[in-house]
């Protein structure tokens, strides 16, 4: 007769024996368990709650497609006229008198068939003031037509969503670590957090192109020796400890070097098909062509929001800070990023400081074009004095900072100054804030800015978030190498300063006024161009 003891004791050896089979299983699989739920779908971020998403309705019409085109083409011409307006002095009426008039032609070809859409303001120029109230009104009618389709465009969104993040966790979370062919990214580059993220994101969204498995190595990480898996949820359960014969594919090798030169490449993906970084799955682009503005934006955001999954520890403290910075009810925000450190004197120094009256110029005419006027503004600085500096322009708007606290002590006067654990939880927070804001206003020449862009894009689910940011200088792009995009002019009667163009791919730098300068394929002609004539072309695998 087997007594308890005895029972108790096989019990143990039968765990023992699971423990080690588990633990040899691993070993010989190249895989480890990792605290997070392979399947989570239902909520991809802390930045954003989940909205569940509701049945198609009348929205996949031609009719509905055409509107949510126009939707589109109404509100690019109210981004850049906003941009135009901004940056134009008003003794050079004449420049303005010419791109009223040209975006009053274009848009009366585009909208024909809406008699109640009103143009007086754009149309009939009597001044700066009547074309910004012009703005306005096109701006409500846009969001008109995009309303019609909201159900429709929230429903398509969830479901595109939902798609990729399970493609995302079945091309990072295997069963097969030993014969997958990893990607390592290494921390090794010494730059900001939002520099960091975005080379990693490239990385990423280059490893799953090519059918690869990202796994981070971020233990020289220069903001925190804990690497990035101190903050967030580790990426894969793969890693290249004990694998023997470690193979990265040889196209892959240049990306990881990190080596900015290198991302124009293109690369083979199999069977004569080519990827070239950023490229977007097709069928993303297929599925949300009438219902995102900005996909590039939209799906950079999501793999960033795939990636920066907070471990409690860290939703707990966002959630803490949340309460003591802006209490514990709704809050309607409008977002500044003013970080300095990219604007610091020095071999990386990427953009021209701008001054703070500015920032408010463009807050104020952001806001009161999108028809929202707003009493508290989040100030995302690495700067202290900027939160009192700002107080004192801004009237009887509130204003809400990391100042005065462990995350923003003092100001960072120089790029290694910022390299510490309180200074990266700080990013994070700004970030958490700026994605949260209803508006924002910055410099896109700022990796922090574009990134927070690209997490509140991902992260609105009712509505397209595309025209929520205004910037300064730069327009959106993901990096600085490919600040470069791809358009296709709409109106074949846009002066060119003499050059002739073929009607098909031009490469584009934005610029801080409205126009896109724009080169031919042969590389030989430039031209500017009123953005509002422009659409993206995107690459796509």
């Known amino acids: 007769m087997v007594t308890n003891r005895e029972r108790l004791t096989w019990l143990g050896r039968l765990g023992a024996a699971s ?11 190249n895989q480890i368990e990792v605290e997070r739920p392979i399947t989570n779908l239902q909520s991809s971020h802390y930045f954003l709650p989940h909205q569940a998403a509701e049945e198609p309705n009348e929205g996949a019409t031609e009719d509905s497609r055409k509107t949510r085109v126009l939707a589109r083409r109404l509100k690019q011409c109210v981004a850049s006229g906003l941009k135009f307006l901004l940056s134009t002095e008003s003794s050079k009426m004449q420049y303005f008198s010419s791109y009223a008039q040209e975006m009053c032609r274009l848009i ?7 008699t109640d859409l009103e143009l007086d303001g754009i149309c009939e120029v009597r001044g700066l003031p009547q074309f910004k109230d012009g703005l306005m009104k096109l701006n409500e009618f846009a969001d008109k037509l995009k309303d019609q389709s909201a159900k429709f465009c929230r429903t ?40 960091t993220a975005h080379l990693l994101l490239i990385t990423f969204a280059t490893a799953f192109a090519v059918n690869n498995t990202l796994v981070v190595n971020s233990k020289k990480w220069a903001y925190q020796s804990g690497g990035w898996e101190h903050l967030f949820l580790p990426t894969s359960n793969c890693t290249f400890e004990r694998k023997r014969d470690v193979r990265v594919d040889s196209m892959i090798k240049s990306v990881l070097s990190s080596q900015y030169s290198v991302f124009r490449r293109e690369f083979e993906v199999g069977e004569g098909k080519r990827y070239f970084p950023p490229a ?13 503005d900005n996909i590039q934006a939209w799906y950079t955001g999501q793999l960033a929001l795939f990636l920066m999954q907070p471990k409690p520890e860290l939703a707990q403290l966002s959630a803490s800070v949340r309460r003591e910075r802006l209490g514990d009810g709704p809050v309607d925000l409008i977002g500044l990023q003013i970080r300095m450190t990219d604007k610091l004197a020095g071999p990386h120094k990427e953009a021209v400081a701008q001054d703070l009256q500015s920032y408010l110029k463009y807050a104020d005419a952001l806001s009161e074009v999108s028809g929202t006027r707003f009493t508290d503004i989040w100030i995302a600085t690495d700067n202290t004095s900027i939160p009192a500096q700002l107080g004192a322009l801004s009237g009887k708007a509130r204003l809400h900072s990391l100042a005065s606290s462990k995350y923003l002590s003092k100001t960072i006067s120089r790029e290694d100054e910022r390299y510490t654990a309180d200074n990266l939880l700080g990013i994070y927070l700004d970030l958490l804030f700026l994605s949260r804001s209803r508006l924002m206003v910055g410099t896109m020449s700022s990796n922090v800015l574009r990134l927070a862009y690209e997490l509140r894009v991902a992260g609105e689910r009712l509505r397209d978030a595309s025209w929520d940011c205004l910037s300064l200088d730069t327009d959106y792009h993901l990096f600085q190498r490919f600040s470069q995009d791809n358009l296709t002019i709409l109106d074949e009667g846009t002066p060119r300063e003499g050059t002739s163009y073929p009607p098909n791919t031009y490469r584009n730098r934005w610029v801080a006024t409205g126009y896109a300068q724009l080169t031919d394929n042969s590389r030989k002609h430039k031209a500017y161009v009123p953005k509002f004539k422009t659409e993206p072309i995107y690459i796509t695998f």
């Not at 979370?173 to 290494?186: A, E, I």
């Not at 977007?280 to 995102?292: G, K, N, S, T, Y």
């Open 280 to 292: 977007i799955p097709a069928w993303v682009v297929e599925e949300l062509h009438d219902c995102r």
């Open 19 to 29: 423990l080690l089979l588990v633990g040899l299983r691993s070993l010989l699989s």
């Open 156 to 195: 398509r969104v969830e479901q595109v969503r939902v798609k990729l993040w399970k493609a995302l966790e079945e091309s990072q979370f295997r069963h097969d670590c030993n014969n997958r062919s990893l990607v390592m990214y290494n921390f090794e580059n010494k730059c900001g957090f939002g520099c």
């Open 108 to 114: 009366k070809n585009q909208a024909a068939p809406h």
